[in-house]
């Protein structure tokens, strides 16, 4: 068995698979609960705010670092790594908030470790894919991000179906659940055939890579393309709780289980169909749908048609992410792992940049999310300008 996973790189694709859903249970766990913290820590909305940005702060230190270490001490080591940590992270949650005197800092801090397994996940699990030997790149990179959605959908269900069963008071418990499957992953990384990007030699400089165009627009269009999906992903739950009065269980599922299962829908589409359909205008297209589910999302009087909002967004944004990376990937020849640490760094600015300023407009306007959402439209209007530019360029 052993040596039949070590030589078959099924395996290595299905490990980064289960590290998506890693990746969604520490991006989409803790935002189930911010009325929670607030309501039993006494955290503000404001300091809730931070904890978003905190968390993908980290991610963007660690894809930062990422360039230069990952390499020397290789993927596997560092992949192994990054699901320690999202583990320890996830458990922390559910001790260290009870050993401060102010929770807020134990809270910030087990988002800190599960925040440095989230930034390595980032930059190593695409890399790690698109060096698998399989033919279609684009379609491959779109079905795995595809499993961050189901990971993220099947959080909330589970997390909802918990809630239910046993009341959101224990939710340290189920912190502590989630917690064990990156423990799990561990293990399956530690055993799988794990090749590198580009041969030695092969991969240009980070000062050449640095200075060329192209690359500083893809980094302009990975942060529109985080900004834009985390910009209402994050505050869904609570947008739908707070600001359509619906109640956490019909708003967990209406708001963030439908922006996933959309999100990831669009994902698994786009993997079967993209040889028909061409990736740059698609992105467009997905640009300008994006902009019309934040103005829905925002303006809508109906709660019915804000929540809509909420999941065409994630029908919207599936794309974006995924499809910047195969445009990186096929503009930007030898860039290897610095390149694709960079970007992973440019989407978790954008992912900070997104909720922050979505969460900064509602505490501006006395807690009004509607506001906060409406503010964020100026992510997915960058978006089509990018794509417009490069369309221009005749780029893909």
């Known amino acids: 068995m052993k040596t039949t996973i070590r030589g078959n790189y099924n395996h290595t694709i299905y490990a980064s698979f289960i590290g998506y859903v890693v990746q969604a249970i520490v991006n989409n766990f803790a935002p189930l609960l911010f009325l929670t913290f607030q309501r039993e820590f006494g955290v503000s909305l404001e300091r ?42 996830l458990i922390s949650l559910a001790f260290l908030p009870d050993l401060f005197h102010d929770p807020f800092w134990g809270l910030l801090l087990s988002v800190a470790i599960y925040a440095i397994g ?17 033919e279609r790149k684009e379609s491959a990179m779109s079905l795995l991000h595809s499993f961050y959605c189901w990971g ?80 209402i992903s994050q505050w869904a739950s609570a947008f739908a709780e707070a600001g359509l009065n619906v109640s956490k269980t019909v708003g967990d599922l209406a708001g963030p289980c439908a922006f996933a ?27 300008v749908l994006c902009l019309i589910s934040y103005l829905l999302a925002a303006l809508s009087p109906l709660p019915a048609m804000g929540l809509l909002g909420c999941a065409l967004c994630g029908l919207s944004v599936g794309i974006l992410w995924p499809g ?37 407009v509602s505490g501006l306007n006395d807690g009004n999310m509607k506001a906060g959402i409406l503010g964020g439209i100026v992510f ?16 893909a």
């Open 152 to 231: 993220h959908a099947g959080v909330i269900l589970l997390s909802t179906a918990f809630f239910a069963a046993f009341g959101v008071e224990n939710w340290r418990v189920l912190a502590c659940l989630w917690g064990s499957v990156p423990f799990i992953n561990a293990f399956y990384f530690s055993q799988v055939p794990i090749s590198t990007l580009t041969e030695a030699g092969d991969e240009i400089s980070l000062r050449e890579l640095l200075r060329q165009k192209m690359f500083w627009i893809m980094v302009i269009l990975m942060i529109c393309a985080g900004a834009c999906e985390q910009g």
């Open 324 to 360: 910047s990376f195969s445009l990186a990937a096929g503009s930007l020849k030898g860039g290897g792992t610095a390149m694709f640490a960079f970007l992973a760094l440019a989407g978790d600015v954008g992912c900070s940049a997104g909720p922050s300023l979505v969460g900064f």
């Open 380 to 395: 997915p209007v960058l978006l089509i300008l990018t794509v417009g530019y490069l369309r221009k360029k005749k780029l």
């Open 48 to 89: 809730i705010a931070l904890l978003i940005t905190f968390n993908f702060g980290v991610q963007l230190l660690v894809d930062f670092l990422a360039a230069g270490f990952v390499d020397r001490i290789g993927y596997r080591i560092s992949v192994v790594l990054a699901q320690i940590f999202a583990c320890a992270g």
């Open 118 to 134: 989230g930034g390595l996940i980032e930059v190593l699990v695409s890399p790690i894919v698109e060096a698998c030997p399989t």
């Open 261 to 287: 299962l959309l999100m990831g829908s669009s994902r698994a589409l786009y993997a079967k169909f993209s040889e028909k359909l061409p990736l740059l205008p698609f992105m467009g297209f997905c640009g």
